[in-house]
Each structure stands twice: as structure tokens, then as C-alpha cells.
């Protein structure tokens, strides 16, 4: 099978060969996982599944000069000053990167059945090998791509630069989604490729504005992806505004623009919580105990509950995620309640006969409101009416989407560092969208690369400071791209 470049000139392969991995994952087969799958689904009582998502930016800090510093992984920059705050984890968190790759398959070993999901920014892919980290990814690449391993981990998709969906323009969102299938493709293969199903969006940010979050879902399926990780607390029954009465089932996210175009994509809940010490305590495996089968379109089903952290954060996940990881995988092997992963559990589901069009529907919080006094259709303008009526009458109401810390809008109080990456957003698609252009030039690469490089969701977070500081001057260096090599 074709193998991709990993880099050229230095830039990791993000672009260029949409067509060869369309016609790739246009050829996976319906059933990845469950021909693999060593849990007799018939007798399971309920299930339990966790993904890890790993991230760190890249920054102008390889230098004393923030103009001409190199553009460096935000772990190189704290192994190279572990004096400073909390850098002297960094050693930890390169463990926490590797240490997946060596928990599985030791437990398979073993004789156990682990799962895990594993989500990594294409940022923290590059900043380990630009490193010197190749052995790290290697390792990874065994549990990717080893027959025995790769049952058991299951990788989601994710924005390249760990871009927030509801305020990164949705062209430049769909160039995140396809740099970081190049980035997995190069490094893992195709056919690993072919395995990754499920999507996470960065921060758990769900579009919530009606054309927005059409656009989200339209990429994710135009992009091949057949699921998404949501927060249960940012999407909504359409019927009645609620949160998901039956958050441990699959749903069917439906979003509608304003001109009246619907796309879907099978949804699943992520439940509430502190994420890290619900993960690092396996927290989802004690509430799934507590569960029985529960009946979906006729079918007798086991539930799913799931749960998404921050792999490396925190000290709960750096020091007590390990041993409880291992102790959890022994204890449920074999059992009625099993560790799964999101696309084997759906396989399974599919499998009795049930489908897609089963599944409850949802659509993004506060839409509701929306669709009481908007008629789908009617255009972006009598939205946006719609929308300043709303948010005049009732001052909780608001369009910018969810996160998952649920009192942190990603557009208000940003304007400084958006309005820079928003005149960037632009001044990409007046230049290096231009017919003609070509994707795999290297020009264009490096213009991609800072582009995405400067939409990561570090660069809002934090609003101001240094961090701010960081997200302009890639802007900066953005623009200049353009402006002198296109």
C-alpha cells in the first residue's frame, strides 16, 4: 500500500493527498473492530469506555527572540527549562505520551482485554519527533498497526492544531481535520487510518450556531468519520431542550443551517464530571456496574458509559491512572461488564440489525430556542435576526457553542488574539486557496503548517500575556508566508 512522506522540508506531511486518503477510507469495511473483538457481546450487562487526549503547542520560543525564535513543541521548551513553574513534569509527561504502548501489551500478555482511545493533537505528534522522540512514536506505531495490539486501541480523529470548533473558521476547521489524517497516515499507515471512525473535537467544543455547527458535522462526514465524542451538557432533546435522558446510548447528532440543510453523525455522550480523577479512578467502570441492559429500537443492549481526559495532566492522571488503569482492565477481562472501545461497541450494535436512524436524536444546545421562532430555511440573515432577538431577551442565551468547562465562551473576551487570526484566516484563503495552487508545494505546506499552528486552542485560553504574545507572532509569520513565497 502507498506510504505517504512523513516531512518534507522539515514541515510534517499535512496536505496534498486528499484524494488517495478519501479512496482509502471509502474502502473500509463496515466491521474494523468486532471481527477482532474477544468479548462474547451476547452476555455483557453493560460496557465502559475511556479515551486519553494528548496535547501540547508549538511556540516561538527555540531562541531568545521572539521574531526569530524556532518554532518548537511546548514539551522541548520545558525539558529545556525545567527551573521554570511546572516544568520539571516534563519528563513525566513524555512517559504519559509513550506509556499506553507499553501498558497494553503488557496486559495482553498477560491474558487481559484492555481498551483505550487514544486522541493526539498533530502538534504534539510533530514537537516529539522534531525532539528526537522518533522512539515514542514507534511505540505508538506498535499498538497502531501489531495485530495483536491494535484491537484494543482505538484512535480518534482530531483538529491538527487542537482548534476549537466554534471559533475557528469552519474552512480553516476542515483543513485541521484533513492535516491531522495526513499527519496519522504518514506516520501509521493507511490502513490505520482506515480504523480511525471517531472524531474528538478539542476541548469538547460543539458549534452550537445553527450554520456553524452544520458545517462541523458536514466536515466530520464529508472527512469519513462515522462518530463524535460530545459533552452531554452541550447538546439537547429537540423536543424539549433537555439534556439526554439516556446518556449511556448512542444518539444521532442533527444539525440544520438556516437555509434549511441537515447533516448527521452518530453521537457519543461523554458524561459530566472532573474529567481527570473520573478517568485516573476508572470512575466509568464503577458506574457502569451499576447498569443493566436497556432496550434501543427493540434490541436488548448493554449501555455505554464514557469518559474523555487529559492524558498527561494533573497528578491524579500522572501518578494514579497507571496502576488503576491495570488493576481495572484485571478485574473486568472476561466479565460482564468489559472495557470497550466506541467503534467496537457500534459495530456490535449494528451487527443485531439496529441502525443509525434508531438512534435518539440531538442537536446542539440552546437551538431550540432557535427553531420555536426560525423556520429552517429562511436564511442567514433571518438567523442572525433571530438570534439578536434571543440573545436581547434572555441573557443566558448565546450562539458560540459549548465547552466543557460550560462557563468559558471561546469568542468573548478574545478579540485581541482573534482579530489577528481571523485577518490570517482571511489573508490564507485570498492567497493560498487560489486555484492553481498547489497543496503538496512547499509553500503552501509551510503557509498550512503555521496557519494551523497559530489556531490552537492555547492561544484563546489564556487571552492575554505571553501566551497571547505566542499566537500573534505565528500570525505574524503566517502573513509573511504569504505574502512573500506565494
Known sequence: ????????????????????????????????????????????????????????????????????????????????????????????FLWCYRRMAELIPQLVHEGKSPRVMLEYSGTLLHGLWQMGHQDVLDDLKRITCDAQYFPKVEWLGAPWGHAVAPSTPVQDFRLHVQ???????????????????????????????????YEFVKTLTDCGYQWVLVQEHTVEQPENGRTPQQPH????????NSRGESAEIIAIVKTQGSDTKLVAQMQPYYEALGLKRMELAGHSVPPIVTQIADGENGGVMMNEFPGKFQEVVQQCSGTETPLVNASEYLEYL?????????????????????????????????????IAELKKENHQFHMEGGSWTNDLSWVKGYDDVLSEMEKTSSLFNEIALQPGVAKDSPAFQNALFHLLSSQTSCYRYWGQGQWTDYGREICRRTQEILRNDF
Open 249 to 256: 446510548l448512542p444518539h444521532r447528532l442533527v444539525c440544520t
Open 1 to 92: 500500500m502507498t506510504q505517504l512522506d512523513l516531512y518534507r522540508n522539515n514541515i510534517p506531511n499535512i496536505a496534498g493527498s486528499e484524494k488517495l486518503l478519501a479512496d482509502s477510507i471509502a474502502q473500509r469495511p463496515d466491521n474494523v473492530f468486532l471481527p477482532h473483538s474477544d468479548i462474547d457481546f451476547q452476555r455483557v450487562r453493560s460496557t465502559c469506555a475511556i479515551a486519553l487526549h494528548m496535547h501540547q503547542p508549538l511556540i516561538p520560543a527555540g531562541g531568545d527572540d521572539l521574531h526569530s525564535a524556532q518554532l518548537i513543541g511546548n514539551l522541548q521548551y520545558m525539558m529545556e527549562h525545567q527551573d521554570i513553574g511546572d516544568n520539571h513534569n516534563a519528563g513525566t
Open 350 to 386: 449494528f451487527s443485531t440489525g439496529i441502525t443509525a436512524a434508531d438512534l435518539p436524536v440531538i442537536q446542539p444546545i440552546m437551538q431550540k430556542h432557535i427553531w420555536d421562532r426560525f423556520e429552517a430555511g429562511s436564511g442567514p440573515e433571518k438567523l442572525e435576526q433571530t
Open 179 to 213: 492535516a491531522w489524517q495526513h499527519h496519522f497516515a504518514a506516520l501509521f499507515g493507511l490502513d490505520a487510518l482506515q480504523r480511525v471512525k471517531g472524531f474528538s473535537p478539542s476541548e469538547m467544543a460543539l458549534p452550537n450556531h445553527p450554520d456553524v455547527a
